[in-house]
């Protein structure tokens, strides 16, 4: 399969301001992004994912007749454009907000204003997402490897799940909160356990604490992925509860592939 690179893209810039998109587009052309169609609002995007062949969508958060939220909400339950990366560009700052692009699917949040280091991060995770390459492990076939996916949001369980199986995953069993998860827990075995920290019913916490001190789990490593500030007290005490590493949301592939070579390939067979 032929792997896109940065100067293949075509972007959908969502920008209701003329200044913003000029600065917007004259960053990502610099960026080698050449592909740039311009729209200022849900409507004008909705019309164009339609007539055009989008591979990512750059949006702001807040438009004329709506917010970027609606846009990557329809992107991801439409099957047509769910595999469709977007990126959010905004200054907002308040983690409710963007905790609800998160949980939706976001490839990656740029602050405004934002670096050229910082949007070639963003569209390398973006990147990541459209092309698929095999994560080469000493001690495992990836395609053996089983994973138990444990995320409230289907949107969140689906961008994770597009990550783990772009790196060969092919066996990925998915519960819906903790609760969900120990009924697979208790008859199937796993290799790996991925899981959101905020659930219903029984948090990824509780969740942990059950595996680590279940004796005929505790081998299974552990990745808590969160929206989470790292240094919160919640942070703190979930690192107590024996989780060998925290990941960010949104689920970034560079960060999970090097997790992924440290937890199964240092693993005692």
Known sequence: MQQLSISDLHILLVEPSDTQAKIIKGLLTNADVHGVDIVKNVAQATDELKKHNVDLVVSAMYLSDGSGLDILQRLKQDDATHNIPFMLVSSETSPRKLDEFKQSGVAAILPKPFEPIHLQRALNASLQLLNTEELDLSLFDIKSVRVLLVDDSRLARNHIRRVLENMGIEQITE????????????????????????????????????????????????????????????????????????????????????ILATLLDNRNE
Do not use: W
Request: aromatic fraction near 8%; include cysteine.
């Open 175 to 258: 519960a819906e909160n903790g609760a969900h998860a120990l009924t697979f827990l208790k008859d199937q075995e796993f290799d790996l356990v991925v899981t959101d920290y905020n659930m219903p019913e029984m948090d990824g916490r509780e969740l942990s604490e059950f595996i680590r001190f279940n004796p005929q789990t505790a081998h299974i490593p552990i990745i808590m992925v969160t929206s989470e500030a790292a240094n919160s007290t919640h942070m703190t005490n979930i690192q107590q509860t024996g989780v060998n590493a925290l990941c960010d949301k949104p689920f970034e592939s560079d960060e999970v592939r090097a």
